[in-house]
């Protein structure tokens, strides 16, 4: 196979982004207009999906600052939102052969969950970083845009709709839990005990630090009640 340019690199990948727009620029309506109802201005909502670009935690910040919450505990949750992307920026970048790191770095910015699928099932031959630039260029335009477009037509939707779209939040996370839910019954059990060890802790602390709390605890608990129940899986296929 002939060796393909820089460019070519850059366009594969954008094309490969192309699908992605149709999810991204409705949520990204969908968390503009959150947003919005949470007292952010334009301004503030449109630099926020420009310098973070991770839409479970842009609505988690936004539904906690609606709530109240402090700053200390908003960074804190959407940090342990985020620490998946240490592992998928590591795999992403291990693929990546022969690029300067700087290029690498920049990329790692913008690995999502789906640019991240996309990039880790592309066949090891085209997987370098200016393809990967490129399927980040389209997914990180296209969430902008979306924020963008949300932020300046939450002035002039119905009030009925605009509140309707509250529910985005809860349909993302169900999007990102239950494929993960249907392939392990140990994971579904730690979801319902962290949501119970949530609504406790909230009747006690404040609800910003209750998810903080019980999202820790459940995870290390996650870490020997899950993994055992996969390697069991495992020996027993």
Known sequence: MAKTSRKQ???AGMRSGIPVILGFIPVGIAYAIMAQQAGFTVAETVFMSVAVFAGASQMMA???????????AMILATFILNLRHLIMSTCVVNRMRG???GL???AAFGVTDESFAIFTTEDEARCSVFYFLGLITVTYTSWVAGSAIGAVASGFLPEIVSASLGIALYAMFLGLLMPNVRQSFRLGVLVIITAVANTGLSQLIDSSW???VSTLACAALGVCFVNDGVKEKTSNG
């Open 104 to 106: 690498k770095l920049l």
């Open 62 to 72: 936004v539904g906690m600052y609606a709530q109240g919450a402090g700053l200390i």
């Open 9 to 11: 690199q850059y366009l």
């Open 210 to 212: 209750a998810l903080i």
């Open 99 to 101: 690029d300067k790191l």
